[in-house]
Every structure is written in structure tokens, then in C-alpha cells.
């Protein structure tokens, strides 16, 4: 397997091929940071392609911090995403050693609480530190050894390609199924982020921000009726119940009596009891809902729910457009209002599109697809290849 070609180099940066590929390709960068220049040699394109793979599997084992950038590497050792979700503020902190009390190799909590939100702080706390200060090591996340395996890179990949198809009609509820409606909900990453930390209680709403001292009030600042709690400043605030009603008539939306409920779980409630179909729209505009509060909040802009309805509807045809780029045929039909047309049927829009889409062979084999075309008058001809391997990725084509 590729990933092990890129694994290799990244762990033996002083084998013979690991130094000629990096003073061809990243004489003064790192590997995991290395964009790749569409001349590069058939060899360096595969490795390309295992080390796409490997970047999402790497953790950094935190030692004392000093080979680890805080923001764009992966270091915070918890499932499916391993940097921080915090946004960046204006800070000078650049590497994993800025946080670390060097002297009795502890944390610097109040700096962990002063930059990141409490969802990191919680998971950064939870990394030991050793007193030794030992150098940073690089390691793969999904093996307990940290060590590099082709079985649990496959396991990475396929999960990676499973990634939206939807996991409702089991009875054993457990919690990593309920976060799995946001982990694998069909909207973009950040959509996703941004859920979980709704999910969390971690998005820096008034009432939290009292909570911390930062604000006197948790009044919200958009109604000014009640505290703005997460669930009040997405689900009930007038603002966010009119966007709701807007979208009914566009997207599947739940009714209202379904968003009553409150607690700490009533996102991961909530999506529990809703169909596939409802999921995905609810997120987003629960996410608009959001980005409206702090568009009025830190710019004072002013609200209107036409522009947040068209925004949400030119979101959505992007995005069906885009996750659908193999196949012409359904591009061709996609249409502004996917999630009503699917309504109906139960299905998100991905497992429609996923009937007409190219369907990868099985493990260790490639698929090839062949095309030609002869124009009898002239006599010309011409043929396309495509070899693509079980992730769908491309080998080669022309
Ligand atoms: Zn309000």
C-alpha cells in the first residue's frame, strides 16, 4: 500500500529514496506539508496519493512540543479530528512548546483557557506530559503502538469512503452512534465542526461567555428578550424560528414540536429522531442561524431572512454539485432543491447520487474505463483511459 511508501519516508528521513525525493520535491519544506507540481514522476504522484491518506492518520506524540505547530498540525489525540477546532484568534502562539510550563512539564492552563475553546482545553488536558522532556514523535493515530499498519490504513480508507452513508435503524444507541449523525452528516467539514461544538455547549454564546466573566449579561443581542443560550441563539430566537419556517417550504425541515426539545443532548436527541433526509438541512441552518448571530453581534449587521434563505439554497447547490463531479449525467439534472426532491423517499441526496456514480472495484484492484469514438467521414478516432484503485482515486489517465 502507497500510504506505507509515504510512511516510510516520513520515518526514515535518512534512506537513500527518501533523500533524493527530498531534494527534488521539498528541498527546504517538510513532507507533510509538501504540495506537489503536476510534472512530478509517476513514483512521487503514488506516494502523493499514500501520503494524502497518511496525513489523516498522523498524531504527533507531544514530547516538549517544539517540532509541533499548534494550528496546522495534527496533535490533539481524539477521533476524526486531531487539530484544534478553535478558531485562530490574533495570538503569537505558534508551537505546542508555548503551552507547555517547561520547568515541571505541565500544561499552561490559564493560556489554554485564554485561547481555546473548552472542547480542546478538555482534550489538550488530557495529554501527559513527561518530565524528560522528550523530542516530539510522529505517530499514527489509529494503532495503540503508533506504528504504521497497511490494516488499519485500509480501515482509515474505507471509513473515510463511508463517511455519509447513514447509520439510522439500529436499536443499540450508544453515544459514538449519535455523534456519528454529525461526523457523517452530508454538509462540509466546518458545518461539521461547528455542530459539534454546538453539540458541546462549546460555541462562545453570551450565556457562556458569562459563565467565563467575559460578558456582564447573557442577554441576546438579536431579540433581547432572553439569554442567549446555544439552543436560543440557533433553534428560538425569532431570527432563527423565522429561518426555520422560510426553509420548510425549500427543504425538509422538522416541525416545530420536534424543536422543543431542550438539555444537553438535544442536538444529538434531535438528529436521532429525525430521518436521514431532515439531518443534513437541519445542520445547516442551524449553521446559518449561527454565523447570522455573529454577524449581528460582532458587526452589527442587519438580519434579513430572504438573504439567509437564498444563501443556504446557493450552499446546497454547490455543494450537490460538486460532490457529484463523476458523473455528467446527474449534473445535468441537479436541480436547486435536492433535499425536497428527496423528501419523500427518505434518502439523503448522497445515496441517490451514489446509485449513478461510479462504482470502485474491490481491495487491491484497479478499475478501468474505456471510451472511444470514430468519426466515419474523416476517418479519425480517438479513446480515453481511466484507471482508478478502490477509493476511486485516479492512477492515470489520458
Ligand atoms: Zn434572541
Not at 432572553?226 to 432563527?240: I, M, N, R
Not at 455528467?328 to 439523503?348: P, S, V, Y
Request: glycine share 4%; proline share 5%; with cysteine.
Amino acid at each position: 500500500m502507497l500510504a506505507r511508501q509515504a510512511w516510510r519516508l516520513l520515518i526514515f528521513p535518512d534512506s537513500l529514496c527518501a533523500k533524493l525525493l527530498k531534494a527534488k520535491y521539498y528541498p527546504n519544506s517538510r513532507l507533510l506539508d509538501t504540495a506537489f507540481p503536476r510534472n512530478a514522476s509517476n513514483t512521487w504522484r503514488a506516494i502523493e496519493y499514500g501520503l494524502a491518506l497518511l496525513k489523516k492518520g498522523i498524531n504527533w506524540r507531544v514530547g516538549n512540543g517544539k517540532n509541533i505547530r499548534i494550528w496546522r498540525d495534527n496533535w490533539v489525540p481524539r477521533d476524526y479530528y486531531l487539530k484544534p477546532v478553535t478558531r485562530r484568534r490574533r495570538s503569537r502562539l505558534k508551537w505546542v512548546s508555548d503551552l507547555i510550563d517547561e520547568e515541571c512539564a505541565e500544561w499552561k492552563t490559564e493560556v489554554l483557557h485564554e485561547h481555546f475553546d473548552p472542547v480542546d482545553v478538555e482534550e489538550i488536558l488530557k495529554i501527559k506530559l513527561s518530565i524528560e522532556r522528550t523530542e516530539d514523535i510522529i505517530a499514527w493515530h489509529f494503532e495503540r503502538t503508533g506504528v504504521f499498519s497497511v490494516k488499519s490504513a485500509y480501515k482509515l480508507a474505507l471509513n473515510l469512503r463511508t463517511l455519509g452513508a447513514n447509520t439510522s435503524g439500529s436499536k443499540f444507541q450508544n453515544r459514538s452512534r449519535l455523534w456519528n449523525y454529525i461526523w457523517k452528516a452530508d454538509v462540509p467539514p466546518k458545518v461539521r465542526i461547528f455542530a459539534w461544538r454546538l453539540a458541546k455547549n462549546a460555541l462562545p454564546t453570551n450565556e457562556n461567555k458569562k459563565a467565563r466573566h467575559i460578558l456582564e449579561t447573557s442577554t441576546c443581542a438579536i431579540c433581547g428578550f432572553e439569554a442567549e443560550t446555544a439552543f436560543h441563539a440557533v433553534v428560538s430566537c425569532p431570527h432563527a424560528r423565522d429561518l426555520f419556517e422560510a426553509m420548510r417550504t425549500e427543504w425538509p425541515v422538522p416541525d416545530t414540536k420536534q424543536l422543543h426539545l431542550s438539555g444537553p443532548d438535544w442536538l444529538l436527541l434531535l438528529l436521532d429522531r429525525l430521518p436521514a433526509a431532515y439531518q443534513a438541512p437541519l445542520l445547516l441552518i442551524l449553521w446559518r442561524n449561527w454565523n447570522d448571530r455573529n454577524a449581528v453581534t460582532h458587526g452589527g449587521a442587519r438580519l434579513s431572512i430572504e438573504e439567509s434563505a437564498r444563501a443556504l439554497k446557493s450552499l446546497q447547490n454547490t455543494l450537490y454539485k460538486t460532490t457529484n463531479h463523476t458523473s455528467d449525467d446527474i449534473k445535468g439534472k441537479a436541480t436547486m432543491n435536492i433535499f425536497a426532491r428527496e423528501q419523500k423517499k427518505e434518502a439523503t441526496p448522497m445515496n441517490l447520487a451514489q446509485k449513478l456514480r461510479w462504482q470502485p472495484p474491490g481491495d487491491g484492484w484497479v478499475k478501468i474505463n474505456i471510451d472511444g469514438s470514430f468519426i466515419e467521414s474523416t476517418g479519425q478516432a480517438s479513446a480515453g483511459i481511466v484507471i482508478r484503485d478502490q477509493l476511486g482515486q485516479v492512477l492515470l489517465s489520458s
